[in-house]
């Protein structure tokens, strides 16, 4: 099992506290593996085995408690009287109504809670607000380049930044990809599982959607168009010139249906001089570089964009919020926060060309404010450089330098 320190210390930071964990995620991007990383934590602290319960919704064997009700009385059975007991259930949406049970379980004064699930439905705002103040939610997202350089390094540390992040491009993040690794068909095999797995039961089934012809031309459209404005509309009426007469409105259900399930996410454009959020034409980008390539395996994707794909990936870890920036007719790659505290990303394979250079600092330059911009590069040249206020980075170093 790959080590994942960052989110364990988050779990280490709420246990014993009366607050539900929810590790909310794409499927396989290693929720499961997490839970029982932390189980062995737990143990080693001298927690009895009998004190952890855990109960995969997934698993056929547990079909009986995918009822709310049969699901509370197994736990409230199996509870160690006297001790804080651990009760980790995977894929909580498999249960209807769970939060109900949840509720009672809450009640309980010996109980830490901790719950898994690969869609966004189960925490709808109806949810949040009957569970308000009562839960934090951990996004666990597939493999960081420093994961999974760290993965694929091994012992005898035999593989180089730049030979990984060829392999972090080509064959994306998921956990279980780094130790397939030199088996094309076997990687194929492995993404292609997952994609239509996500597909048919966090998307089509949950969201009752009966035309996948047309969710897998919205799926193609997108990962076709990473990077780029597209809204809706416009996937509505290129869909409709090509043939395929369809409205915006099921777009847009549909649409929601795939960030729900984590395989893509939305980035709204901010108006950095305005300071408001705008609610057109934001950008889509994808939970895995290995998944885009699946999808448009007839063509290699741009290297940039694969590039701009990994950096927000890489803010999402970081901040809490990210947002395509607009300043007037020009545009910023990335405007990161936490809280008040902003920075400004601009992303390019390359700035060796002068044109390019000026290109790609021309949005950070008029920039009136003090806060961080950073423009990430694979140049090794010119690392490090500080050009009035903008700060040259190269992407590897950027990528390694942590995860805190």
Request: charged content about 25%; proline content about 3%; glycine content about 6%.
């Amino acid at each position: 099992m790959i080590e994942r320190p960052v989110y364990l210390k988050q779990l280490e930071k709420w246990r014993d506290k009366r607050i539900i964990k929810v590790i909310s995620g794409i499927r396989r991007a290693g929720k499961s593996t997490l839970l029982q990383l932390f189980a062995q934590r737990l143990l080693n602290d001298d927690v009895l085995p009998q004190q952890i319960i855990e109960i995969n919704l997934e698993d056929l064997g547990n079909e009986s408690l995918r009822e709310y009700h049969a699901l509370y009385r197994f736990i409230e059975d199996h509870i160690l009287p006297g001790k804080m007991n651990y009760i980790f259930i995977d894929e909580i949406q498999n249960c209807p109504s769970f939060e109900k049970a949840v509720d009672s379980l809450l009640l309980k004064p010996n109980i830490d809670l901790y719950l898994t699930g690969s869609n966004a439905y189960f925490l709808s705002s109806e949810l949040a607000t009957l569970l308000a103040g009562r839960y934090i939610e951990i996004r666990l997202y597939p493999l960081s380049f420093a994961e999974f350089f760290r993965a694929r390094r091994g012992p005898q540390d035999t593989v180089a930044a730049d030979r990984a992040f060829a392999d972090y491009l080509r064959y994306g993040s998921f956990p279980y990809v780094a130790n397939l690794i030199g088996d094309e068909d076997a990687v194929h095999t492995y993404l292609e599982g997952i994609y239509n797995t996500i597909l048919i039961k966090d998307v089509a089934q949950r969201e009752r959607i009966r035309d996948i012809t047309l969710l897998e031309n919205i799926i193609q459209t997108l990962a076709s168009n990473l990077g780029s404005p597209i809204s809706a509309k416009r996937i509505a009426d290129t869909l409709t010139s090509s043939g395929r007469k369809v409205s915006h409105l099921t777009i847009d259900r549909y649409l929601h249906a795939l960030t729900d399930a984590f395989i893509f996410y939305h980035v709204p454009r901010y108006d950095i001089k305005g300071r408001q959020y705008l609610k057109n034409l934001g950008k889509y980008y994808i939970a895995d570089t290995g998944l885009r390539r699946l999808l448009i395996a007839e063509k290699e994707p741009g290297l940039g964009h694969q590039l701009e794909n990994i950096v927000y990936l890489e803010l999402i870890r970081r901040y809490s919020r990210v947002n395509i920036g607009k300043l007037d007719n020009t545009e910023v790659d990335f405007v990161a926060s936490n809280g008040d505290a902003l920075a400004y990303y601009q992303v390019s394979a390359s700035v060796l060309d002068e044109r390019t250079r000026t290109r790609e600092l021309a949005p950070l330059k008029r920039l009136a404010d003090n806060y961080p911009k950073i423009l990430l590069t694979l140049d090794t040249i010119g690392r490090d450089t500080n050009d009035g206020g903008i700060i040259q980075r190269n992407l590897l170093d950027w990528l390694l330098k942590g995860e805190d």
